[in-house]
């Protein structure tokens, strides 16, 4: 097991976050925390890079108890994470923000940055320019590929699809998609249930900071309730079923 | 507007010798310091420049307080503001800090250089002891309890018998003579001149390294995207309590550069809360994080109100009629680095998150929304 959560909590404040919960990453799996806004998908990932102190509970990563780590250390243990939002440097450029990736660790970047100009040609494009004036889509780019500069052995995605034209939501899943296939583990939180769940192999359904179910992402996407919540009830069931890695639906849920 | 259109036509001229001046060579640079250099020296002190620039008061005195140390101030704040994107509003405490060092030392007897490196040490280490365990804090909140620091030492100062409370502190140590600069000269400022152009050099050099340097960046990334730069690896926290030390360590230098004026003496009322806030205007109207611009902005803005002494209290009024007018028109300051330009353009209002973070499972949501 490459990332473990057991029963982890995380207050803000009074406010209870999370209330126990668990799951696990397997090496070379892509899994999936999905859920409706504020369920507390967002908050788990930023507990698992250490962004967040969690009240109780554990994080095993790599067989190594990484609870009280702090977060810059994380990074160097292996977890790369792109922030919710985007999260890039705005007034760096491109190349800038990717330096920023490999802050933490020494050595020669070339291979590393061509590998990321080969996964997002369209950054290797825009080398000099300012992160900030970029579009949605690409700035997501930026943020993914800054996340990989830090060489990570799991990359954490916080809602990838967040804002995006459908067309460029596709690009981004099925770049996702090679990450992965290239070696890399990707745990990815998403609103965007369908989409999720066509690329995943396994799923977490998180409600009110608890996880409610967990199953083989194909199994989730047939789940009654499931669908009922988050696919938009039975309307695109045949859909659903037929569904393959490239998905053509426009996007359910709110955001 | 006409105004803003003027304006930003000359942002075209400041973008292209900005350009240029990125592009050249080094000896170009060093020729271009060497002329800053004489020309503050040489030509800066003289009366025909004294005559156009301050007719009614002593411009060497002027030049040296408030315009040197206004500079002074600016740049160890434009580390923390500028830099790593930190809002500081109690700045003055550390000016304070550095003067009194150097005062209450003095009287024990120490020599006066002496007293300027443990003024620097203890201004550095108030830093840390303001910054350890406040820096967690972000935005707003952290403005307030600085801003809470600088009265308390004020208020301290005031009420502590052993540092002359209200009565400050007078007969300050004087430098020793140097190169031919006689400090005890009551009537002339220009040895206090130029012993404060030598402190702001120094200070630019430090500034100029440390942002071409990984602090530099990590600082830049913390201004930009605190929870990015944690997630990139940086150790934020410490970074930004190196912030505070650097920041403090100059302002306890501009406190021992000030020397309580030629006369020598320094109380509780030198140090108010509203210099904290000038010295920010400093900062911001200049080009929050450039280093010509922050020197700019503070000359300009220790300078109006003594140029235009004719207008006695009207002057004010006038001043604060520039900031608001340079506010609307031009944001970024008068020379804003590109790269804070682009911070402003993508909304962060080039001083890092200074929205505070309230922790509630939704915080993203109007994040988002902003986006």
């Not at chain 1, 292996?78 to 450029?93: A, H, K, L, V």
């Not at chain 1, 034209?165 to 090679?178: C, D, G, S």
């Amino acid at each position: 097991m490459l990332l473990e959560i057991e029963d982890i909590h995380v207050h803000y404040g009074k406010i209870e976050a999370l209330k126990g919960v668990s799951l696990q990453v397997d090496e070379g799996e892509i899994v999936t925390l999905i859920g409706a806004n504020g369920a507390g998908k967002s908050t788990t990932l930023k507990t698992i890079s250490g962004l967040r102190p969690l009240t109780s509970g554990r994080i095993t990563f790599d067989g190594k108890d990484i609870s009280k780590v702090p977060g810059h250390k994380r990074v160097l243990l292996g977890i790369g994470q792109s922030p919710e939002g985007r999260g890039i440097f705005p007034g760096m450029t491109v190349e800038e923000n990717l330096h920023m990736g490999a802050y933490a660790r020494k050595g020669d970047l070339t291979k590393d940055m061509a590998e990321v100009y080969d996964l997002f040609p369209r950054l290797g494009e825009r080398k000099k320019q300012a992160g900030g004036t970029m579009s949605g889509g690409e700035q997501q780019m930026l943020a993914i590929g800054r996340a990989l500069m830090t060489k990570p052995k799991v990359l954490l995605l916080d809602e990838p699809s967040m804002g995006l034209a459908p067309m460029l939501i596709q690009q981004i899943f099925k770049i996702i998609e090679e990450i992965n296939r290239r070696g890399t583990t990707v745990l990815v939180v998403e609103q965007n249930a369908q989409q999720a769940l066509s690329l995943a192999h396994r799923a977490y359904v998180i409600e009110t900071g608890k996880v409610v179910k967990s199953a083989p992402a194909a199994e989730l996407l047939t789940d009654p309730e499931v669908r009922a919540a988050y696919l938009g009830g039975d309307l695109a069931v045949d859909e659903a079923a037929n569904d393959t890695a490239v998905d053509t639906t426009p996007r359910n849920g709110q955001d | 507007m006409n105004l803003k259109q003027t304006l930003s036509a000359r942002s075209g001229v400041s973008d292209r010798i900005r350009d240029w001046w990125a592009g050249a060579p080094m000896w170009t640079r060093w020729l271009v310091y060497l002329l800053l250099l004489l020309f503050v020296v040489f030509v800066l002190p003289t009366e025909g420049v004294a005559s156009i620039m301050s007719p009614q008061t002593d411009w060497i005195t002027t030049l040296w307080d408030p315009i040197g140390i206004y500079i002074l101030l600016a740049l160890g704040l434009n580390i923390v503001v500028g830099q790593a994107g930190l809002l500081d509003l109690g700045f003055v405490a550390f000016f304070a800090i550095g003067a009194y060092s150097v005062g209450v030392l003095g009287r024990e007897g120490w020599p006066f250089w002496g007293t300027v490196v443990a003024a620097l040490a203890i201004a550095a280490i108030s830093g840390i002891v303001l910054g350890a365990p406040t820096l967690r804090l972000r935005g707003d909140y952290l403005a307030i309890v600085t801003l809470g620091f600088g009265e308390i030492i004020r208020i301290v100062a005031r009420n502590t018998t052993y540092i002359g409370d209200s009565r400050g502190i007078s007969d300050l140590p004087r430098p020793p003579s140097m190169f031919g600069l006689d400090f005890n000269d009551v009537l002339d400022a220009s040895a206090f001149y130029y012993l404060i152009v030598a402190m702001i050099v120094l200070v630019i050099v430090i500034s100029v390294r440390l942002n071409k340097s990984r602090v530099g960046r990590a600082w830049a990334a913390i201004r930009e995207d605190e929870d990015a730069a944690e997630l990139m690896g940086v150790p934020t926290f410490k970074f930004k309590l190196l912030a505070f030390f650097v920041g403090a360590m100059v302002g306890g230098l501009a406190g021992t550069g000030q020397m309580g004026g030629v006369q020598g003496y320094i109380q509780p009322e030198n140090f108010p809360f509203i210099l904290s806030a000038t010295i920010l205007v400093c900062v911001v109207f200049g080009g929050s994080g450039n280093i010509p611009g922050v020197i700019l902005g503070a000359f300009i803005i220790a300078w109006l109100p003594e140029r235009f002494r004719f207008l006695d209290d009207y002057r004010y009024m006038l001043f604060g009629a520039v900031l608001v007018i340079m506010m609307i028109v031009r944001p970024e300051g008068l020379l804003p680095s590109r790269q804070r330009k682009a911070e402003m353009q993508e909304g962060t209002g080039g001083m890092g998150s200074m929205g505070a973070e309230v922790a509630t499972p939704t915080t993203a949501a109007p994040e988002v929304g902003g986006k």
